[in-house]
């Protein structure tokens, strides 16, 4: 074995990612080339420092159980019955008779939509608490006026708690590069983003990201995207709703 | 009467909450750490039945990655460049407080090092020889090549190796 392919291989030898006879192999040349043999003894050296315990962080008994009960939460509440599911067939079939133009992108193709990568950063940042509401209203007689004066443009503003998307509020986020409406609604313990902007082209938001759902529409001269991690569902049928 | 779905999810996915942790800890920062985990649980919980039932350790990891970096504002991929000052800032002032507790100094400036490295390639060393994933297992969380993944490991070696020689 020379030398340039022992030492290609001898990583994956630290990391036993080798067969028995690359193996013998790979060891049989460390054992004769002192020049490879102190290659390989760096990183030996490297991979059992870095073992230790002291570099590996572990999850608090309190996010075991915030997490357990979040699951369970989500668990007891999160399962469509089956008058949903005919709600469901009922609001997908007239989504087709309309024909509308609504994207659906379930998991990642390609995240090759910045605006929707955006959309979906904004959502989560929203989730982990950092900037959710800036109105926080039911009230969408309070929450469109509170737009006035923010933005150069007049989201329609309303609520669905009738139908179980209460409005919670909304906010101003920005999304490529200008100022949009974020209108905030909930879905039993799930959040809804609705980003509402003018329209800048024709073109809907493209892209997908893992964990996420996305729609988007145009219509009137705005772009619509709702976001959340909300079965697509649901999420279609709050699409309906606002449409 | 408990689900089957939600038992089965905390017999396969629960159990690597230490792991999921760890990653989006060296991924991010002790202030967001936990509760980009809990969010992540969630999100894999609603997306269990995407799960395929083999590898529950390399899957959920991708959704922690997926979760860590949409916060980050990268969406799934790493940055090819690495120094996040964001990062760096907030982490390096609790390393500093976190490994005066640590009686080797060694230790403390492993963890220097490791902080410092790319993401990309961060993530990488930690899976490989924090949590001793397979390339394989590695390849699935972080959705690249095999062969991307032992370069990766291997610069980032490189790097860790410079570094560490560095403080010496």
């Known amino acids: 074995m020379t030398c340039t392919t022992a030492l290609g291989l001898v990583e994956p030898y630290l990391d036993g990612e080798l067969d028995a006879s690359q193996n013998a192999e790979v060891a049989g040349h460390l054992s004769e080339c002192e020049s490879c043999a102190t290659v390989w003894q760096r990183l030996r050296a490297l991979s059992d420092d870095l073992h230790t315990p002291a570099l590996r962080y572990e999850a608090s008994e309190s996010l075991r159980n915030r997490v357990l009960e979040s699951v369970r939460h989500a668990d007891g509440t999160g399962r469509p019955s089956r008058m949903n599911w005919l709600a469901l067939a009922a609001t997908m079939l007239l989504a087709v008779s309309v024909g509308w133009n609504v994207m659906f992108l379930e998991r990642s193709r390609n995240a090759d939509g910045e605006v929707a990568q955006e959309i979906v950063s904004s959502h989560v940042r929203s989730l982990i608490g950092e900037h959710l509401l800036d109105i926080p209203s039911t009230d969408q007689h309070n929450v469109k006026p509170w737009f006035n004066g923010k933005l150069d443009f007049s989201p329609d503003v309303r609520d669905f708690a009738a139908q179980g998307f209460p409005l919670i509020g909304g906010r101003v986020d920005y999304i490529d590069h200008r100022p949009v409406a974020a209108l905030v609604y909930k879905r039993r313990q799930h959040v809804v983003n609705l980003f509402v902007w003018p329209s800048a082209s024709a073109a809907s938001v493209p892209g997908s990201v893992t964990g996420f759902h996305l729609l988007s529409w145009n219509q009137d001269g705005m772009d619509y995207c709702a976001v959340s991690d909300l079965n697509e569902d649901e999420l279609r049928q709050f699409v309906n709703l606002y449409r | ?168």
């Open chain 2, 1 to 168: 009467m408990d689900n089957p779905k939600r038992e089965l999810f905390e017999q396969t996915i629960v159990p690597h909450m230490n792991a999921a942790y760890n990653l989006a800890r060296w991924l991010t920062n002790r202030d967001v750490a936990e509760d980009l985990v809990q969010e992540a649980y969630l999100r894999a919980f609603r997306f269990f039945d995407s799960f395929d039932g083999r590898d529950g350790k390399a899957w959920v990891l991708a959704v922690v990655r997926n979760t860590c970096f949409t916060w980050l504002g990268r969406g799934s991929r790493a940055p090819v460049v690495g120094f996040d000052e964001q990062i760096h800032r907030a982490d390096g002032e609790h390393v500093n407080a976190e490994t005066r507790l640590i009686a080797d100094a060694k230790i403390g400036a492993l963890r220097d090092c490791v902080q410092s490295l790319p993401a990309e390639y961060r993530e990488v060393v930690v899976m490989r020889e924090l949590e001793e994933m397979s390339y394989r297992q590695i390849a699935e969380t972080t959705g690249v090549p095999i062969g991307t993944v032992m370069s990766r490991l291997s610069r980032g070696r490189v790097r860790l190796l410079d570094c560490m020689e560095g403080k010496r």
